[in-house]
C-alpha cells in the first residue's frame, strides 16, 4: 500500500507493530534499491510495506538529526547513506515518502523547510495585551553586536538555504541573513551597500554558493558590487562554501555541469567536470560553518550577556498592556473606546 493511501491511524498501527530496527531497516532498504529499485515503473509505489516501513524509519533518523531541512537536503544524506538512487527517480521517492510521512503523522511539518513561497498581510492584534505578549516574543530583539568593533553579515544563494539557515544567523546570533537568488539586482546590492555606511563599521561579509560557475561567479559579483556600493566603509567578502575542498573532503553528491553554460569552460579548466550544491551539506554541518565564522568577531561573555539582557528585558515588554492603561496612553484609549459609532 502507498503511503498516500494509508490512513494517519493505520499507519502509525502499523510503525507500532514493527520490529524492524535500523540496522535491519537499512538491509532490506539495500536490497529493494539495488533490485527492485524501491518503486515500480508507474506509480512510484513501494513494493511492499516492509520496504516503506524501512525507508520511512531511516528517513525519520535523518530528518531527527538535521531538523529543519528541505527536501533537497534530505535527499542528498538518503544519497550518501545509500537509500536512494542519486537520480530524479531518488529524489522523487524521497519527496514521495517525506509527504507520506507529514501526513501520517511521523515527522511535523515544521521539519521540513520551504522559503521559496511567502504571503504579505499584516499582524493584527485583539488587545494591547495581546500586543504586549507578542512584541515581548517576536518584535523586541537586543543589538547584541552594539559594541562589537565589525559589522558581519551572512549572504547565501537560494532561499532552501536560507530557511536552513534562519534560526541560528537571525535568532541566535542576531545578524542580518541576505538571500541573493541567484545574480542579484542593482537595486539590491546598492540598498545593501547604503546599510553597510549607515552601520559604518568595518564590514565582514560570508557568503555561500554551489559549487558550479554561477555560484563562482556570483559571488565575484556581489563582492565587486558592494565595495564599490558601500564606499568607503572597508568591506570584506569571503566565501565560505562550497569549494573544491570541501566537496572532496565532505565526499558530498555531485553532478555534471549544465550544459550550454558559458562559465563552464573556465571552471571546467579550474575544477574538473562536477558541480555541487549547497543543499548537498548536512544542515547542521552548514550551521556549524557559519556559525564558526561569526563567532571570531565577538566574545563568549559579552554575547551571553546580551542575550541575559534581552530575556530580562522581553519579560518587562509583558507589563506594557497596564503602563499604557495607567498612562496618558490608557486615557486616549479609554477615550477611543468610549466614542459612539457614527449613524
Avoid at 60 to 84: D, K, M, S
Amino acid at each position: 500500500m502507498s503511503a498516500l493511501t494509508s490512513t494517519p491511524k493505520d499507519f502509525r498501527q502499523k510503525v507500532a507493530l514493527s520490529a524492524i530496527n535500523d540496522e535491519e531497516a537499512f538491509e532490506i532498504v539495500q536490497e529493494a534499491a539495488y533490485t527492485a529499485r524501491l518503486i515500480k515503473a508507474r506509480g512510484n509505489r513501494f513494493r511492499s510495506t516492509q520496504q516503506q516501513l524501512a525507508l520511512y524509519r531511516l528517513l525519520r533518523n535523518i530528518i531527527g538529526e538535521h531538523a529543519p531541512c528541505t527536501v533537497r537536503q534530505v535527499y542528498y544524506l538518503a544519497v550518501v547513506a545509500a537509500l536512494v538512487a542519486k537520480d530524479d527517480d531518488g529524489y522523487n521517492l524521497v519527496q514521495r515518502s517525506l509527504l507520506g510521512m507529514r501526513r501520517s503523522g511521523l515527522v511535523p511539518y515544521s521539519a521540513i523547510r520551504d522559503n521559496a513561497r511567502s504571503f504579505y498581510g499584516v499582524t493584527r492584534y485583539h488587545d494591547l495585551e495581546d500586543f504586549g505578549l507578542y512584541a515581548s516574543r517576536h518584535l523586541f530583539a537586543l543589538d547584541y553586536w552594539r559594541n562589537e568593533p565589525h559589522n558581519v553579515e551572512i549572504w547565501v544563494e537560494s532561499d532552501s538555504i536560507a530557511g536552513t539557515l534562519m534560526d541560528t544567523v537571525i535568532n541566535h546570533w542576531g545578524l542580518r541573513l541576505f538571500v541573493a537568488r541567484g545574480f542579484s539586482s542593482e537595486t539590491y546590492l546598492y540598498n545593501a551597500g547604503e546599510m553597510l555606511k549607515e552601520d559604518g563599521r568595518e564590514a565582514f561579509i560570508y557568503l555561500l554558493s554551489d559549487f558550479d560557475p554561477a555560484g563562482y561567479s556570483l559571488a565575484e559579483d556581489i563582492a565587486r558590487k558592494l565595495q564599490r556600493f558601500a564606499a568607503p566603509i572597508k568591506v570584506n567578502v569571503a566565501r565560505i562554501a562550497l569549494s573544491g575542498d570541501q566537496v572532496r573532503d565532505w565526499r558530498l553528491p555531485t553532478h555534471d555541469l549544465k550544459k550550454g553554460d558559458k562559465r563552464a569552460k573556465g571552471f571546467r579548466v579550474l575544477h574538473g567536470d562536477e558541480a555541487c550544491e549547497l543543499e548537498a551539506i548536512p544542515p547542521n554541518q552548514l550551521r556549524a560553518l557559519v556559525s564558526e565564522a561569526i563567532s571570531a568577531h565577538t566574545d563568549p561573555a559579552r554575547f551571553a550577556k546580551a542575550k541575559r539582557d534581552e530575556e530580562l528585558q522581553r519579560e518587562s515588554l509583558k507589563l506594557l498592556p497596564e503602563w499604557f492603561r495607567r498612562g496618558r496612553g490608557g486615557q486616549a484609549f479609554k477615550l477611543v473606546e468610549d466614542e459612539e459609532e457614527p449613524s
